[in-house]
């Protein structure tokens, strides 16, 4: 237990590395999506994207995956401006992707998908509106039903819902 929530701690302070403030892109993130971690490099292929790998913790194996959109630079004639689309972590160095965050155009998470256990299956899912997040479902028996909802509100947590019949 405690080295989950060493590792979930740790796993914060990489997901709060953000992308910093760059001009909004044109293109739209609909066609970012999860998908499985061996297929990486053909998914940012597939979806014109450049691939960016980092290893945290020097272990020679990449810990985090980010995806960017390739866009002309308006302000700059024959320049190009990468837009952060999309960012797969691995917390636990096991190889496996732990967090996947989706971004808009404008370089605002709007999705975020975490397996709390590392059992390989998203057991959260946070969605965003403003970078600020609005609502977690947490999948709590793999069913692929969350049986607990919660919504915030000012960064603080409004309501909860339960579905304790499945």
């Given at each position: 237990m405690r080295k989950t929530l060493m590792v979930l701690a740790g796993g914060a302070l990489v997901i709060g590395c953000g992308s910093g403030d760059?001009?909004?892109a044109k293109a739209s993130p609909d066609s970012i999506k999860a998908v499985d971690v061996a297929d990486r490099e053909a998914y940012a292929?597939?979806?014109?994207?450049?691939l960016r790998s980092f290893d945290l913790n020097r272990d020679?194996?990449?810990?985090?995956f980010k995806f960017y959109r390739i866009e002309s630079d308006p302000a700059?004639?024959?320049s190009n401006v990468e837009h952060l689309a999309r960012k797969d972590i691995d917390l636990n160095n096991d190889g496996k992707v732990d967090v996947i965050r989706i971004y808009n155009d404008k370089n605002e998470v709007i999705e975020e998908r975490t397996d709390l256990d590392f059992d390989g299956r998203y057991d959260e899912l946070a969605s965003f509106e403003h970078a600020v997040v609005v609502r977690k479902e947490i999948d709590l028996d793999y069913d692929g039903k969350p049986e607990i909802i919660r919504y915030y509100?000012?960064?603080?947590?409004g309501r909860i819902e339960?579905?304790?019949?499945?």
């Open positions: 760059k001009p909004a292929k597939a979806n014109n994207l450049a020679d194996k990449p810990d985090v700059a004639s024959g509100a000012d960064n603080k947590i339960s579905d304790r019949n499945g």
